[in-house]
């Protein structure tokens, strides 16, 4: 009853609120990370290079007279017909004279329109293609972030034993539960980037122990883009995109949203990196060169990677065979410490690519090897992934767009002989008002590179077939709906799913937007997988189940005052097995964020109740932040989050947030488990950072 009570009471406040004012900066790009990480159900999220295009693109407005195929894919805010539309108008009728001229484009909504807005612009002067190093000193754009987390409350983990004790557990951490973190950046426009990354996580030592050098984790690039020829240069960490993703793809990639248009991956060869996921980059040195239509990728990394290693100790010979990779980049027990850094990955390939105006395709090779064999323990539903020292990637993929339909696809021959993935779409805009989207995929047992991320239900391109059908109409000015459809399967077993398996996802959102300072939207959304009834403990083969998941989601989104938004949330979830009971949960949340323009304290804050059955029937939402923090809790058993945010701006040059949340759950006498439990019924987190610009 208290949940109705709240929700009905921020009902009411959000009918009765009065849109007055736009946007600002922050909330936008706020907005759109919580739009592309709703669907992802993970606590671990990071999109910094997205926050990062955005930022920039805010800051300095992107000229539509001059934007390249890149850089308007860069925004992931239009699609390609989109794209080449708007290249095609600027070609036949000369350069854009106001921003409003794109109303005429006919694949171009008003909410397309809305979106792109604060970040780009038009202008008849272009931007030089080439710039000296006094503009480089007078118009660049130096920043330095300094951020502090921890969680108050102690953990298990971290209790007062000797150091031999700690040694003979991996249930205990070595260092302290603070996370450090620091990045200094200089940029300009979009052709230079010098950049340092450092970050300690929570349990790792620093400044001493296996962290002698303080920050467990330090990254570093210096990134060129500009050039006739060498058109794009990166030294030290960096990511490569090709394709569609199936056979390289660093860094974060869309899947399933709401927004089902955009399925297709836009690659961008090669990116600076900026983030802290300690695995999923490259490091080394990449090139970009290039002649009029034509262009070659080339590069190269290498880096050392944490493996748990396995010796045969009844022979004189050591075997140093690698039976996992760890791909957490955490370093707080003995075991963690014991697997950090003991293989050595060397990856080079590339790509070679034609492209034009409405049509590009292009073939890629990659290598990669590692000093020491990698023999993972066979289980059979791991018979057919990777073992050995080394392999290479072959594949080839294409995108054309020919009026109001864009096709594209990729095809990739990794693992054993015969091995591949393969995937085509289709993207239909019918007009303003209505586009489909299709997608198959088809990816075989055998299939196995370590940085692949073609779009699918789990997250290695391996073991699936599966085809999605998307459609999002217009069906007035206010109202529109989006839907998708995808149905997979895989030919055989996975981890905890013994025998050939099958599901599908629906999703059905509609969306009622007045004006533009209001916007309520409904979602319904069904999972159906299947994994096995229990859990096998002599290694023996069990039966498989239907685990099917429903969500059930209102959202209000309203402006009060040209300082004031609220934002409720209603959420009920099922989970459902045939060899449990049906599980239930229910979360309910309002917002309140304070912006005023003539002072310097913005305010952020949420409070929520939250009632489920088990861990099973969990939900996740996502959570305002510092810049470049991303939080995404799941709520589950009961009780309630709160939080508040401030954002502190002062000297024109220093931006500080501080943020303080906490769990309270209701019968509960401890929270988490293993090393990571808490005693009592409260789980707090703290978040400090600073900003310096210049």
Same mark, same amino acid.
């Given at each position: 009853?208290?949940?109705?009570?709240?929700?009905?009471?921020?009902?009411?406040?959000?009918?009765?609120?009065?849109?007055?004012?736009?946007?600002?900066?922050?909330?936008?790009?706020?907005?759109?990370?919580?739009?592309?990480?709703?669907?992802?159900?993970?606590?671990?999220?990071?999109?910094?290079?997205?926050?990062?295009?955005?930022?920039?693109? %805010?800051?300095?407005?992107?000229?539509?007279?001059?934007?390249?195929?890149?850089?308007?894919?860069?925004?992931?805010?239009?699609?390609?017909?989109?794209?080449?539309?708007?290249?095609?108008?600027?070609?036949?009728?000369?350069?854009?004279?106001?921003?409003?001229?794109?109303?005429?484009?006919?694949?171009?909504?008003?909410?397309?329109?809305?979106?792109?807005?604060?970040?780009?612009?038009?202008?008849?002067?272009?931007?030089?293609?080439?710039?000296?190093?006094?503009?480089?000193?007078?118009?660049?754009?130096?920043?330095?972030?300094?951020?502090?987390?921890?969680?108050?409350?102690?953990?298990? $983990?971290?209790?007062?034993?000797?150091?031999?004790?700690?040694?003979?557990?991996?249930?205990?951490?070595?260092?302290?539960?603070?996370?450090?973190?620091?990045?200094?950046?200089?940029?300009?426009?979009?052709?230079?980037?010098?950049?340092?990354?450092?970050?300690?996580?929570?349990?790792?030592?620093?400044?001493?122990?296996?962290?002698?050098?303080?920050?467990?984790?330090?990254?570093?690039?210096?990134?060129?883009?500009?050039?006739? %020829?060498?058109?794009?240069?990166?030294?030290?960490?960096?990511?490569?995109?090709?394709?569609?993703?199936?056979?390289?793809?660093?860094?974060?990639?869309?899947?399933?949203?709401?927004?089902?248009?955009?399925?297709?991956?836009?690659?961008?060869?090669?990116?600076?990196?900026?983030?802290?996921?300690?695995?999923?980059?490259?490091?080394?040195?990449?090139?970009?060169?290039?002649?009029?239509?034509?262009?070659?990728?080339?590069?190269?990394?290498?880096?050392?990677?944490?493996?748990?290693?396995?010796?045969?100790?009844?022979?004189?010979?050591?075997?140093?065979?690698?039976?996992?990779?760890?791909?957490?980049?955490?370093?707080?027990?003995?075991?963690?410490?014991?697997?950090?850094?003991?293989?050595?990955?060397?990856?080079? $390939?590339?790509?070679?690519?034609?492209?034009?105006?409405?049509?590009?395709?292009?073939?890629?090779?990659? %290598?990669?090897?590692?000093?020491?064999?990698?023999?993972?323990?066979?289980?059979?539903?791991?018979?057919?992934?990777?073992?050995?020292?080394?392999?290479?990637?072959?594949?080839?993929?294409?995108?054309?767009?020919?009026?109001?339909?864009?096709?594209?696809?990729?095809?990739?021959?990794?693992?054993?002989?015969?091995?591949?993935?393969?995937?085509?779409?289709?993207?239909?805009?019918?007009?303003?008002?209505?586009?489909?989207?299709?997608?198959?995929?088809?990816?075989?047992?055998?299939?196995?590179?370590?940085?692949?991320?073609?779009?699918?239900?789990?997250?290695?391109?391996?073991?699936?077939?599966?085809?999605?059908?998307?459609?999002?109409?217009?069906?007035?000015?206010?109202?529109?709906?989006?839907?998708?459809?995808?149905?997979?399967?895989?030919?055989?077993?996975?981890?905890?799913?013994?025998?050939?398996? #099958?599901?599908?996802?629906?999703?059905?959102?509609?969306?009622?937007?007045?004006?533009?300072?209001?916007?309520?939207?409904?979602?319904?959304?069904?999972?159906?997988?299947?994994?096995?009834?229990?859990?096998?403990?002599?290694?023996?083969?069990?039966?498989?189940?239907?685990?099917?998941?429903?969500?059930?989601?209102?959202?209000?989104?309203?402006?009060?005052?040209?300082?004031?938004?609220?934002?409720?949330?209603?959420?009920?979830?099922?989970?459902?097995?045939?060899?449990?009971?049906?599980?239930?949960?229910?979360?309910?949340?309002?917002?309140?964020?304070?912006?005023?323009?003539?002072?310097?304290?913005?305010?952020?804050?949420?409070?929520?109740?939250?009632?489920?059955?088990?861990?099973?029937?969990?939900?996740?939402?996502?959570?305002?932040?510092?810049?470049?923090?991303?939080?995404?809790?799941?709520?589950?058993?009961? $009780?309630?989050?709160?939080?508040?945010?401030?954002?502190?701006?002062?000297?024109? #040059?220093?931006?500080?947030?501080?943020?303080?949340?906490?769990?309270? %759950?209701?019968?509960?006498?401890?929270?988490?488990?293993?090393?990571?439990?808490?005693?009592?019924?409260?789980?707090?987190?703290?978040?400090?950072?600073?900003?310096?610009?210049?």
């Amino acid at each position: 009853m208290k949940l109705f009570v709240l929700f009905l009471y921020s009902v009411i406040l959000c009918l009765f609120a009065l849109p007055l004012s736009g946007q600002t900066q922050h909330e936008i790009i706020q907005n759109r990370i919580e739009f592309i990480s709703e669907q992802m159900e993970s606590e671990d999220i990071d999109v910094t290079d997205l926050i990062d295009v955005l930022n920039r693109y %805010y800051e300095r407005k992107l000229n539509l007279n001059g934007a390249t195929v890149d850089e308007l894919r860069s925004l992931t805010l239009l699609t390609d017909i989109q794209i080449n539309e708007l290249l095609l108008h600027i070609k036949r009728f000369g350069k854009l004279i106001s921003i409003y001229e794109l109303q005429s484009l006919k694949y171009w909504d008003m909410n397309s329109i809305r979106m792109v807005l604060p970040f780009v612009m038009v202008d008849d002067k272009l931007d030089q293609p080439h710039f000296t190093f006094r503009e480089v000193l007078k118009f660049g754009k130096f920043e330095w972030f300094l951020r502090y987390q921890r969680t108050p409350e102690h953990k298990s $983990g971290y209790d007062h034993i000797s150091q031999e004790e700690k040694q003979q557990s991996n249930k205990y951490y070595y260092g302290n539960p603070d996370r450090y973190y620091t990045r200094l950046r200089y940029t300009y426009r979009n052709n230079l980037s010098i950049g340092f990354t450092a970050e300690k996580d929570p349990g790792e030592q620093f400044f001493k122990g296996a962290q002698k050098s303080g920050f467990d984790f330090y990254s570093f690039h210096l990134y060129y883009n500009g050039g006739k %020829y060498l058109r794009t240069l990166a030294v030290g960490d960096y990511q490569v995109q090709i394709g569609q993703g199936l056979n390289l793809w660093t860094g974060y990639a869309f899947r399933k949203t709401a927004d089902v248009v955009n399925i297709k991956r836009s690659a961008l060869p090669v990116k600076a990196y900026t983030s802290v996921d300690e695995a999923r980059f490259l490091r080394g040195a990449a090139a970009v060169v290039g002649y009029k239509k034509w262009s070659l990728l080339i590069f190269g990394s290498h880096k050392r990677v944490d493996g748990a290693a396995f010796s045969d100790t009844l022979s004189e010979d050591d075997l140093g065979l690698i039976t996992s990779i760890n791909l957490a980049g955490l370093h707080r027990t003995t075991s963690e410490i014991a697997k950090r850094k003991t293989l050595r990955e060397t990856i080079a $390939g590339a790509n070679a690519k034609f492209e034009v105006r409405n049509f590009s395709a292009g073939i890629a090779a990659v %290598y990669q090897g590692y000093d020491k064999p990698y023999e993972r323990e066979l289980k059979p539903y791991n018979k057919y992934d990777f073992r050995g020292q080394q392999k290479i990637s072959l594949s080839a993929d294409y995108n054309y767009v020919w009026k109001n339909i864009n096709l594209f696809g990729e095809v990739s021959s990794a693992g054993h002989e015969g091995q591949y993935a393969l995937i085509q779409g289709i993207l239909l805009a019918i007009d303003s008002r209505a586009a489909l989207s299709a997608y198959y995929r088809n990816y075989s047992r055998g299939y196995s590179t370590f940085y692949n991320n073609g779009m699918g239900e789990w997250s290695n391109a391996q073991n699936e077939e599966g085809i999605y059908l998307g459609l999002k109409t217009k069906l007035s000015d206010a109202w529109t709906f989006n839907m998708y459809y995808d149905l997979f399967q895989r030919k055989w077993l996975a981890y905890l799913v013994d025998g050939p398996s #099958r599901g599908h996802e629906f999703l059905f959102q509609v969306n009622y937007r007045p004006n533009k300072k209001m916007e309520v939207y409904a979602r319904y959304r069904q999972q159906l997988k299947q994994r096995n009834t229990t859990a096998s403990e002599d290694g023996s083969i069990t039966e498989i189940e239907n685990q099917n998941q429903k969500n059930y989601r209102l959202n209000f989104t309203y402006q009060v005052t040209e300082s004031i938004q609220l934002k409720s949330r209603l959420e009920f979830v099922t989970y459902d097995t045939e060899s449990m009971n049906k599980d239930k949960g229910m979360l309910i949340q309002q917002d309140l964020i304070f912006r005023p323009k003539s002072f310097p304290v913005d305010v952020s804050v949420r409070y929520a109740l939250f009632d489920t059955d088990s861990y099973y029937s969990r939900i996740y939402s996502f959570e305002n932040n510092a810049l470049y923090t991303y939080s995404i809790p799941s709520y589950y058993y009961e $009780g309630s989050r709160a939080y508040l945010l401030l954002r502190y701006t002062f000297l024109k #040059r220093f931006d500080l947030w501080v943020k303080y949340g906490q769990f309270l %759950y209701a019968n509960r006498k401890s929270v988490g488990m293993g090393a990571e439990e808490i005693a009592g019924n409260r789980k707090s987190d703290v978040t400090v950072q600073l900003r310096v610009k210049i």
